[in-house]
Antibody, heavy 116, light 107 residues
Framework: QVQLVQSGAEVKKPGASVKVSCKASGYTFTTYAFSWVRQAPGQGLEWMGWIGTYNGVTDYAQKLQGRVIMTTDTSTNTAYMELRSLTSDDTAVYYC?????????WGQGTLVTVSS | DVQMTQSPSSLSASVGDRVTIACRASQTISNYLNWYQQTPGKAPKLLIFSASTLQSGVPSRFNGSGSGTEFTLTISSLQSEDFATYFCQQSYNTPRTFGQGTRLEIK
C-alpha cells in the first residue's frame, strides 16, 4: 500500500533552516509528482510548491520563492523540502502529498516550531 | 491566483442529517475541484476529485457536484465519524489554492 513517511518534529530558531524528508513506498516513485502543504496552528491549508519526481522540475508558491527548495532522491524514493530564513510565521505542520492532479496520499505531517 | 471561498464556515448538524457545503472559485476551473476531510490531529483525506469522482474507499454518502465556478459537497446521512473540517481545493492551475474550510460540528 502507498505510504509517505515524514521525518520527525523540529524546533528551530529564527533565521535558521529546516529540511523535512518524505519517504515514499508502495508505488513507482517517479510516476507522480509531490506537493508540499503546510498548516499553521488552527489555520487552513497552504500549498507551498510542487516537484516533478521524473525530471526535478519545480513550481513554488510566489510568497516562498527564494526561501524554499524542493528536491527528490530517486535512489531512496525520498522527497525533501528545505525552508530557509525561518520566522515565527513558519511554525506549522508540514505535509508531503502525492500529486497526480489531486492530493491522494498524505504524509503524517511534520511539526516545525520556530521559536527563540 | 484562483481564490476559493467556502460556505458556511461552520455548520451544526445531527447524525442522520443531510448537509451541503458550497465552494466558489474566483474564476472558472472546469471540474478541477477536489474535496478533503480533516479530523483533529490528522492529515487531510481526499474524498472527491474532479468535482464528482469518489476516491476509492470513501462511503457513497459523500457526493460532489458542480463545474465552472460553483461546487457542492453533500453528505446524505451524517455519521458520527463525519464530524470534521472539510476543504475544497482547485487543481486547475498553480498555485493550488484551498478554501478556508468548513467545520462540521455535532448539534
Amino acid at each position: 500500500q502507498v505510504q509517505l513517511v515524514q521525518s520527525g518534529a523540529e524546533v528551530k530558531k529564527p533565521g535558521a533552516s529546516v529540511k523535512v524528508s518524505c519517504k515514499a513506498s508502495g508505488y513507482t516513485f517517479t510516476t507522480y509528482a509531490f506537493s508540499w502543504v503546510r498548516q499553521a496552528p488552527g489555520q487552513g491549508l497552504e500549498w507551498m510548491g510542487w516537484i516533478g519526481t521524473y525530471n526535478g522540475v519545480t513550481d513554488y508558491a510566489q510568497k516562498l520563492q527564494g526561501r524554499v527548495i524542493m528536491t527528490t532522491d530517486t535512489s531512496t524514493n525520498t522527497a525533501y523540502m528545505e525552508l530557509r530564513s525561518l520566522t515565527s510565521d513558519d511554525t506549522a505542520v508540514y505535509y508531503c502529498v502525492r500529486d497526480p492532479g489531486r492530493f491522494d496520499y498524505w504524509g503524517q505531517g511534520t511539526l516545525v516550531t520556530v521559536s527563540s | 491566483d484562483v481564490q476559493m471561498t467556502q460556505s458556511p464556515s461552520s455548520l451544526s448538524a445531527s447524525v442522520g442529517d443531510r448537509v451541503t457545503i458550497a465552494c466558489r472559485a474566483s474564476q472558472t476551473i472546469s471540474n478541477y475541484l477536489n474535496w478533503y476531510q480533516q479530523t483533529p490531529g490528522k492529515a487531510p483525506k481526499l474524498l472527491i476529485f474532479s468535482a464528482s469522482t469518489l476516491q476509492s474507499g470513501v462511503p457513497s454518502r459523500f457526493n460532489g457536484s458542480g463545474s465552472g465556478t460553483e461546487f457542492t459537497l453533500t453528505i446524505s446521512s451524517l455519521q458520527s465519524e463525519d464530524f470534521a473540517t472539510y476543504f475544497c481545493q482547485q487543481s486547475y492551475n498553480t498555485p493550488r489554492t484551498f478554501g478556508q474550510g468548513t467545520r462540521l460540528e455535532i448539534k
